[in-house]
């Protein structure tokens, strides 16, 4: 067609859509919808995607520089960001010669010089370091109780700080017994400016809250911000906690600093590579402004020869994403589809008109074409407005929900462009069928309203058979074997399949036009009169089929995980166990385990016995000196322990690891936890083992009372005995940097019991009597309890719980097991309910445009005497053999799809050594046979219900058309 050939189709079609407005909105409203959706995931990605001054200025604030010290006598390799990308070698890694590491002079000065001083003998004369110092996580007061923050020490008077953390609201903090806190935190505790918060242990000197600080990066922190040395050198000085001994090293150590330096210097790349040799990363302005060319930069050329595992479009998530994206869009082509055939059907007169006023097949076609360029053109313009805007209106409510702001509001007009050509795109693909329908209909029949009956094609039904066997073979096997791209294979393949299915469908009309025989008159007539106008029933069935098989798809890979996630999931305890934990927060050290207890015993009634739960420790109280101290746990017997674990990781080649885990029993299968919050070597007595372990024997409080340790894992028993590690706590003093530190280790053999647990258990759980752990030595400490009550109890008391331990002190672990709570059936029932609107939609389109066909059908049913209400009851069952039709077909269709992405995740998921049980659970496929059968019996008949009440039962006789 010419240029001006199109300009008088795109007239023709803008005047048709302005006629027929409700029909134009449905097409305009489909594809609007996934365009405002891409343009509003593209807008909110780009904004968030910072340039590179808004990520200097995130990270360093106003300074030149941020320095960075991971360990002392490490070595680096950085990117011109640190944070992109880097590779660290410890000094523990350091080559040896003699038994002693063969360190560099840049790392034995790192060794024996300290950081800031070593630091300042680095930079360029004139530089200032401004610590930036975080502390460890401390509990501080609120309105009700405690809270865990992380603590942090700046100046925020300085503008230095700018950009990095902003005041918000309120004046920074001046004085020593004055911070700045978080949003999160004055939301949490209930705080307002000008109120006093004191951290535990500062109870008598509590600190004013001045100013509300932000990280815009982090908007999700819960922290306190204070001067230099006014918080984290108090907290170090508590007496009796030992908190200097018992902390990680690191931890509230100065090993960040801020750089200004003078004017006419900088730090360049040479002197960020010098830096990195001494075990410190620089985040340079200069550099990250200007970076270097990736040839200077030598990890890019350590990176450049290691070999990936995969093609970014092999990964999981972006297969799953590629398919769902690209089904989508088949699904909206298909759903309007039927809204362009209506209009061709409707203006078949106007363009039988113009093929006779010497118009080709190719203006006919362009006609209904423009209809698919205005629409699509007006459908993205629409979504592609929507989508912007509501990005501008909902920025900052984006912003909290993401956790970071976004560096500016970015518009990138290649995108955008490319968006709306999907929307064109969408709009032409879904005209096409019904242009070419309408360009090959004769130019008599399309005068004087009558149609063309033309028998199927069997050659197109052939091509529709192959095309859906090949596009699931392609999706299924690329799927498992990884055949090319899988992404392209399983998207590839579930196309194919879902397009052979439509071409299909016109022969398979046909064939469901052989049950008439057997059905009486109303769904006789309205399944031949289906039959017999195969070109306006198809399109109608290839809609319904298309959001049936998006129905079915989603309904099959949620069931499937769903599945997959009951079979791995692992109860914390017995059904209905109340289960109490001291866990991280405040009350970590289980002192205040006595308020926890009457609060959960004061809010649920009818708890029954309590049994309570102590933990053993070696040497030390974990509870004071938290990852430094002793512990005790189980060990397998050496003979059946996997090699892995009896030596040096690191030593280990992968071949060689992978090997053993895939032919070695000792090392197949994963570790399985369990959901409970205490350690695998619990103390208590025998109420505790029938509360938390569901242990109905006897037997196990008696091997209890008795000085035994009850173990349920058989591996674990040899010879009546079971073996304890005994690891000793490390002293940070004692830790010389550089060094590699292995803990001391001893294992003593006890007498043992091995008893059936209620509840599933692997690994080495086990539980001793209090009396044992004293004579073996070991210290204890209150850990939590447990209560098993006769029935659950109710949502309300669970609550009510929750709320009086919250106001105590958070990072209490509390929790009722339920067993599994499947949520996916709430997704799964709106989704088929969707489906549902979408198919009736579609449904009731193609019965509008039959109705409008029947008219002479219907004129001659009442001149022989037919009872009035017989509109009603054809157009009802005209409606409902669509929607059966499509509803068989959109099952076979979505199958495909769900399989192949339950494939892709199963092998994705898979590790050297597992099991075939884990296998099975991990690709696990299942139907959801009562939303499949809802679907296939009650849409048809809701839709034969729906387009009965609608339609007048009126019969206007018609003049017939000679």
């Given at each position: ?271 960020v590579t010098e830096f990195n040799k001494y075990g410190l990363t620089v985040a340079s302005r200069s550099v990250m402004l200007d970076p270097p060319p990736r040839s200077e930069v030598p990890l890019y050329q350590q990176r450049s020869g290691d070999r990936g595992s995969g093609s970014y479009f092999d990964k999981t998530s972006v297969v799953i994403l590629a398919t769902v994206v690209g089904m989508a869009l088949l699904e909206i082509v298909l759903l309007a589809g039927p809204a362009f055939a209506v209009g061709a059907r409707r203006s ?141 294979s399983v998207l590839g393949g579930s196309v194919i399949a879902e397009l052979g299915m439509v071409a299909l469908t016109p022969y398979l009309v046909g064939l469901f036009g052989r049950l008439g025989r057997w059905l009486p008159l109303g769904p006789r007539l309205a399944l031949r009169d289906s039959v017999r106008h195969r070109g306006r029933t198809a399109p109608a069935v290839a809609a319904v089929m298309a959001a049936v ?414």
């Amino acid at each position: 067609m010419r240029l001006s050939a199109w300009r008088v189709a795109l007239r023709i079609a803008r005047r048709d859509a302005l006629r027929a407005k409700g029909r134009s909105a449905l097409v305009v409203a489909m594809v609007a919808l996934p365009v405002l959706g891409v343009s509003g995931a593209d807008v909110v990605f780009r904004s968030a995607e910072l340039d590179p001054v808004e990520r200097v200025v995130r990270t360093m604030g106003q300074s030149d520089a941020e320095i960075h010290l991971l360990d002392r006598g490490a070595v680096l390799l950085q990117a011109p960001d640190p944070e992109e990308d880097m590779h660290y070698e410890a000094p523990g890694e350091t080559k040896q010669e003699d038994g002693q590491p063969k360190y560099t002079p840049e790392q034995r000065r790192s060794l024996d010089t300290e950081p800031a001083e070593l630091i300042r003998q680095l930079l360029p004369a004139g530089a200032t370091l401004i610590p930036a110092r975080q502390g460890p996580y401390t509990s501080t007061s609120t309105a009700e109780g405690l809270l865990s923050v992380q603590i942090f020490e700046a100046d925020l008077t300085d503008p230095v700080w700018k950009g990095r953390i902003n005041v918000v609201e309120g004046r920074a903090p001046s004085a020593g017994h004055e911070v700045a806190v978080t949003r999160d935190f004055l939301d949490r505790s209930g705080l307002k400016l000008g109120d006093k918060t004191s951290p535990r242990g500062l109870e008598a000197t509590p600190y004013t809250i001045t100013a509300v600080a932000e990280y815009p990066g982090e908007l999700k922190a819960t922290g306190l911000v204070a001067r230099p040395g006014a918080l984290i050198d108090p907290l170090d000085k508590l007496p009796g906690a030992d908190r200097a001994k018992g902390r990680i090293p690191g931890e509230g150590e100065t090993n960040r600093w801020l750089v200004k330096l003078a004017a006419g210097t900088a730090v360049d790349w040479p002197k960020v590579t010098e830096f990195n040799k001494y075990g410190l990363t620089v985040a340079s302005r200069s550099v990250m402004l200007d970076p270097p060319p990736r040839s200077e930069v030598p990890l890019y050329q350590q990176r450049s020869g290691d070999r990936g595992s995969g093609s970014y479009f092999d990964k999981t998530s972006v297969v799953i994403l590629a398919t769902v994206v690209g089904m989508a869009l088949l699904e909206i082509v298909l759903l309007a589809g039927p809204a362009f055939a209506v209009g061709a059907r409707r203006s078949r007169r106007q363009l039988g008109l113009l093929a006779a006023g010497g118009g080709d097949r190719a203006n006919v076609r362009g006609v209904v074409l423009g209809g698919g360029i205005v629409l699509g053109i007006t459908g993205a313009a629409v979504g592609l407005a929507v989508g912007v805007g509501l990005v501008a209106l909902l920025r900052t409510q984006t912003e909290e929900f993401a956790g970071k702001r976004f560096g500016h509001f970015d518009l990138q007009p290649v995108d955008l462009l490319g968006i709306l050509a999907i929307g064109l795109v969408t709009g032409l693909l879904a005209a096409v069928v019904p242009a070419v329908q309408a360009s090959r209909q004769d130019v008599v029949a399309a005068l004087t309203g009558r149609d063309s009956l033309k028998p199927p094609n069997r050659k197109l039904a052939v091509l529709g058979l192959l095309m859906l066997a090949g596009g699931a073979a392609l999706a299924l096997v690329g799927a498992t074997s990884g055949i090319g791209s899988r992404s392209m294979s399983v998207l590839g393949g579930s196309v194919i399949a879902e397009l052979g299915m439509v071409a299909l469908t016109p022969y398979l009309v046909g064939l469901f036009g052989r049950l008439g025989r057997w059905l009486p008159l109303g769904p006789r007539l309205a399944l031949r009169d289906s039959v017999r106008h195969r070109g306006r029933t198809a399109p109608a069935v290839a809609a319904v089929m298309a959001a049936v098989a998006g129905s079915v798809a989603v309904g099959i890979y949620t069931a499937s995980s769903d599945e997959q996630q009951r079979r791995e999931y692992s109860a914390a305890g017995p059904a209905n166990a109340v289960i109490l934990a001291s866990g991280w927060g405040a009350a970590a050290d289980g002192k205040m385990l006595p308020q926890l207890r009457g609060a959960v015993q004061n809010n649920i009634p009818a708890l029954g016995t309590r049994a309570d739960v102590q933990k053993a420790g070696y040497k030390d109280d974990c509870s004071v000196h938290g990852g430094n101290c002793g512990y005790v746990s189980t060990a397998l017997p050496p003979e059946r322990r996997c090699p892995l674990y009896d030596q040096d990781v690191d030593q280990v080649s992968e071949a060689e690891a992978t090997r053993l885990r895939r032919e070695d029993e000792r090392c197949k299968g994963s570790v399985s936890y369990r959901s409970s919050p205490f350690s695998d070597l619990t103390v208590g007595d025998g109420t505790l083992l029938h509360h938390l372990y569901g242990v109905g024997d006897p037997a196990g409080g008696q091997a209890l009372a008795a000085g035994k340790v009850v173990v349920f894992d058989p591996r674990y028993v040899k010879d009546g005995k079971v073996l304890l590690e005994l690891t000793e706590p490390m002293d940070p003093a004692a830790m010389k940097p550089g060094a590699k530190h292995e803990p001391v280790r001893h294992q003593v053999a006890v007498d043992a019991e091995l008893v059936t647990a209620g509840v599933p258990i692997s690994g080495g759980q086990a539980v001793m009597s209090p009396q044992t752990a004293q004579r073996l030595g070991l210290t204890l400490s209150d850990a939590g309890s447990v209560w098993l009550p006769g029935s659950a109890p109710s949502d309300g008391a669970e609550q009510k719980a929750n709320g009086a331990i919250a106001k105590l002190a958070d990072g209490t672990q509390f929790q009722i097991e339920r067993g599994y709570q499947s949520e996916s059936d709430l997704v799964t029932l709106a989704l088929s309910g969707f489906a549902g609107l979408v198919a009736l939609g579609a449904a009731g389109i193609a019965t509008g445009l039959a109705a409008a066909d029947s008219q002479r059908d219907l004129t001659t049913l009442a001149a022989v005497g037919a009872a009035p209400r017989i509109r009603r009851t054809l157009s009802g069952f005209q409606c409902g053999v669509i929607a059966a039709m499509g509803a068989l077909l959109g099952v076979v269709a979505g199958v495909v799809p769900a399989v192949a992405l339950r494939k892709v995740e199963g092998i994705a998921i898979g590790h050297p050594g597992a099991t075939p049980e884990e296998l099975a659970d991990r690709s696990v496929i299942v139907f959801p046979w009562l939303n499949v059968g809802v679907t296939v019996v009650v849409l048809p008949l809701l839709a034969v219900a729906l387009a009965a009440l609608l339609t007048r039962s009126r019969i206007s006789l018609l003049r017939r058309s000679v």
